[in-house]
């Protein structure tokens, strides 16, 4: 099956720096990523939705300023968490879909955000 | 808006045992059901889906899963569990065709020998 990657798998960085979490279709090229966000105990919840090429469509209540996606090419999305804060500390997910519509979403390892 | 409920946090079971895993979503107008799998320290995995046409959708790993539109439910199903099938289960839904997946909680499934 398809093949999403996410860099790095952990990170732990001081509070007020940027973070920045990769994620890659390794064997598909993938017309949009989505990336969720997972809280311990709870569901991944969807944070915003991107398409190659242009701005990323965010979820309400997800601060657009604050996460940062880029979607430059058809294998690379990139979710930037600017000056983090602890409350931002999660364990964040990746997926790739080809095509539009309803098609399978494949899904990255997710990358797990710990801020001091 | 479309919500998912996993009502089982965690079910242990003991190998080769049956299992169901509950799931039930709040609306049946044009939706499409999922089941996936989580191994530690990897992605979700795709189990099986239904998007229309038989009730009964077979998946992989032995997995099965019925839906209920009576009783908007969708639970996943194994006769003979093996240990290697411990992990974390989701159940997801779309609606109106739409590409946004929400998911349920999550249920863990451990498997003890």
């Known amino acids: 099956g398809a093949v999403v990657s996410q860099h790095p798998s952990r990170v732990i960085c001081k509070s007020g720096t940027s973070v920045k979490i990769e994620c890659r279709s390794l064997d598909f090229q993938a017309t949009t990523m989505f990336w969720y966000r997972q809280f311990p105990k709870k569901s991944l919840m969807l944070m915003a939705t991107?398409?190659?090429?242009?701005?990323?469509?965010?979820e309400q209540g997800v601060e657009k300023d604050k996460f940062l996606i880029n979607h430059a090419s058809l294998t690379l999305s990139t979710l930037t968490v600017t000056s983090a804060h602890p409350e931002d500390s999660s364990f964040y997910i990746c997926s790739a879909r080809v095509g539009r519509g309803y098609n399978e979403q494949f899904f990255g390892p997710g990358t797990r955000l710990t801020v001091l | 808006a479309q919500s998912v409920t996993q009502l089982d946090s965690q079910v242990p079971v003991f190998e080769e045992a049956p299992v169901e895993l509950r799931c039930n979503y709040s609306?049946?107008?044009?939706?499409?059901l999922f089941w996936y799998v989580q191994y530690p320290n990897q992605g979700l995995q795709l189990l099986l889906k239904?998007?229309?046409?038989?009730?009964l959708v077979k998946g992989i790993n032995g997995f099965e899963a019925e839906f209920n539109k009576s009783q908007t439910s969708f639970h996943l199903r194994k006769p003979s569990v093996h240990i290697s099938d411990t992990a974390e289960y989701f159940c997801a839904a779309t609606q109106g065709g739409s590409e946004k997946l929400v998911f349920g909680k999550g249920t863990k499934l451990t498997v003890n020998p």
């Open positions: 991107s398409n190659e090429g242009s701005k990323a469509t965010y």
């Open positions: 239904y998007l229309s046409g038989s009730t």
């Open positions: 609306s049946s107008v044009s939706v499409y």
